[in-house]
C-alpha cells in the first residue's frame, strides 16, 4: 500500500515554461487536495476534487489547473509558471464514509523552483 | 470564515521536560480541529484529531491535546519531549458547515527538542 505518491520530487522551469504535477493515490479516497506550502504560511489550498470528474477551487487557484479523470489520480497543471509559483507542493486524500471530519493522508510533496 | 493561529513560531524544550504547542481558532459552529506533524522533506502526518466527546484528545507518539472551548484553543501536549519529536506541527480546523470539507491551517511551529 504506496499511500499518496507524488510525482516528480523535485523540478526547475523558466519563466513561462508549463509543467504538471502527478498525485496517485490507492486508498480508494474519494475527495482529493492540492496545497502549497511557503514559509510562514502554512498550507494553502490550491484546487481540489470530491470525486471523479469534479474539481473546485480552494484559496489559491490563480495560475493553476487541475483534472481527475480517474479516482485515484489528481493532475495539477501550471500553463505558464512564473517566479510567485515557487514553493513546495503536497497532494492529500481522504475518504468520505459518512464522516467529513476524516483526516487528511498527505503525499511526499515537490519541490518546484520557477527561475 | 474559519482561521488558525500559531502563535509561537518557535519551541524549544529540554528532552524529558513536558512539551506544548499552543493552538487557538476561530469557526463559526463546533470546531473539528486536527494536529499534524511535518518531518524535514516529507510529507504531513496526521497526530489526533478532536470532533466531539471528551475535552482531552489522545494521539500517535504520546502526543495529546486538549481542546478548550471557551478559550478557543487546541493546544498539543506531551508530558515527556524525546529529541525524535524535533518537527514542524500544523494545527488545521474544519468549519463543519464549511464547505467541501477543506481544513484551514496554522503557519506551523517548529519544535526543538534539546539533549
Known amino acids: 500500500n504506496a499511500g499518496v505518491t507524488q510525482t516528480p520530487k523535485f523540478r526547475v522551469l523558466k519563466t513561462g515554461q508549463s509543467m504538471t504535477l502527478l498525485c496517485a493515490q490507492d486508498?480508494?479516497?474519494?475527495?482529493m487536495y492540492w496545497y502549497r506550502q511557503d514559509p510562514g504560511m502554512g498550507l494553502r489550498l490550491i484546487h481540489y476534487?470530491?470525486?471523479?470528474?469534479?474539481?473546485a477551487k480552494g484559496e489559491v487557484p490563480d495560475g493553476y489547473n487541475v483534472s481527475r479523470l480517474k479516482k485515484q489520480n489528481f493532475l495539477l497543471g501550471l500553463e505558464s509558471a512564473a517566479p510567485s509559483q515557487t514553493s513546495v507542493y503536497f497532494c492529500?486524500?481522504?475518504?468520505?464514509?459518512?464522516?467529513?471530519?476524516?483526516?487528511?493522508?498527505f503525499g511526499p510533496g515537490t519541490r518546484l523552483t520557477v527561475l | 470564515a474559519q482561521s488558525v493561529a500559531q502563535p509561537e513560531d518557535q519551541v524549544n524544550v529540554a528532552e524529558g521536560n513536558p512539551l506544548t504547542v499552543k493552538c487557538t481558532y476561530s469557526v463559526s459552529g463546533n470546531p473539528y480541529l486536527f494536529w499534524y506533524v511535518q518531518y524535514p522533506n516529507r510529507g504531513l502526518q496526521f497526530l489526533l484529531k478532536?470532533?466531539?466527546?471528551?475535552?482531552l484528545v489522545k494521539g500517535s507518539y504520546g502526543f495529546e491535546a486538549e481542546f478548550n472551548k471557551s478559550q478557543t484553543s487546541f493546544h498539543l501536549k506531551k508530558p515527556s519531549a524525546l529529541v525524535s519529536d524535533s518537527a514542524l506541527y500544523f494545527c488545521?480546523?474544519?468549519?463543519?458547515?464549511?464547505?467541501?470539507?477543506?481544513?484551514?491551517f496554522g503557519s506551523g511551529t517548529q519544535l526543538t527538542v534539546l539533549p
Open positions: 476534487s470530491v470525486g471523479e470528474g469534479t474539481t
Open positions: 488545521a480546523v474544519r468549519d463543519p458547515f464549511g464547505s467541501a470539507r477543506q481544513l484551514t
Open positions: 492529500a486524500s481522504s475518504f468520505i464514509a459518512g464522516a467529513s471530519y476524516n483526516e487528511q493522508f
Open positions: 486508498m480508494n479516497h474519494e475527495y
Open positions: 478532536y470532533i466531539t466527546g471528551d475535552n
